[in-house]
Nanobody
Framework: VQLQASGGGLVQAGGSLRLSCLAS??????MTWFRQAPGKERDFVAA????????ITAESVKGRFTVSRDSAKNTVYLQMNSLRPEDTAVYYC???????????????????WGQGTLVTVSS
């Protein structure tokens, strides 16, 4: 099982990026994005339940970031709009089928992680 994240890069404040995370080998109940800014802990960003497509988004990005999935491609996306310098971070996708709604924001609930993709937002 592999999670492959891509789509990061350098963008000016106010710009947009779309991250992708391809899951190969199996499907998962939840696929989730976390991020880790320089010198800070890794934080929850957004999650999507593959069956049904329900989503959960952190307050800090609500209204700017949207998580979606393509079930046929076993891929989850993070559309990031109105980017701010404080969004600069390494973005990780994570997945697990034992995750439930009550622990979807908990890093330790996830067994599978992608390699991370760096997003840099310049002011």
């Amino acid at each position: 099982v592999q999670l492959q994240a891509s789509g990061g890069g350098l963008v000016q404040a106010g710009g947009s990026l779309r991250l992708s995370c391809l899951a190969s080998g199996r499907t998962f109940r939840y696929m989730t994005w976390f991020r880790q800014a320089p010198g800070k802990e890794r934080d929850f960003v957004a999650a999507i339940k593959f069956s049904g497509g329900s989503t959960i988004t952190a307050e800090s990005v609500k209204g700017r970031f949207t998580v979606s999935r393509d079930s046929a491609k076993n891929t989850v996306y993070l559309q990031m709009n109105s980017l701010r310098p404080e969004d600069t971070a390494v973005y990780y996708c994570a997945a697990d089928s034992s995750v439930i709604l009550s622990n979807v924001r908990t890093q330790s609930a996830y067994s599978y992680w992608g390699q991370g993709t760096l997003v840099t937002v310049s002011s």
